[in-house]
């Protein structure tokens, strides 16, 4: 569903709420936050849904590590595309990782790269988690 926000004096603002939860693509954790607060007060989400946002924008503040825990038959070629492009493995070494799953795949990232890295292996297809 489409919301429609007027943010006090700026600029409507478009949210796409989804259970993908629609701040995880903002910057900063403070910007995400401010819109998540706007959009609970714009009762475009309920409060538990606030609570349980909140904690994984926090959450991934605090995530270093991704494990990829495993990977359908379907998914290995888009999921290691993704590992190449965040580790600068080639395509040989992706193919072995992904394969030896579960197993970390990138470690040290601050939150907002963990958030990321997280976000764009589960569109390919991989089952993720941080640590």
């Known amino acids: 569903m489409k919301a429609k926000l007027d943010t006090s004096g700026v600029e409507s603002e478009s949210y ?49 590590d991704i494990v990829l825990l495993s990977v359908a038959d379907d998914d290995i070629v888009p999921v290691v595309k993704v590992v190449q492009e965040f580790s600068d493995l080639d395509l040989k070494k992706s193919l072995s990782l992904v394969r030896s799953a579960p197993v970390t795949i990138l470690t040290g990232l601050d939150g907002n790269a963990a958030g990321s890295a997280r976000k764009r ?3 390919a297809g991989a089952q993720v988690r941080y640590r």
């Open 16 to 64: 796409e709420v989804t259970p993908d939860h629609p701040v995880r693509n903002s910057g900063d954790r403070l910007e995400r936050l401010e819109r998540l607060m706007r959009l609970r007060d714009g009762e475009v989400i309920t409060d538990a849904e606030f609570q349980a946002q909140k904690a994984e924008i926090d959450h991934e503040q605090e995530a270093n």
């Open 121 to 123: 292996l589960e569109r």
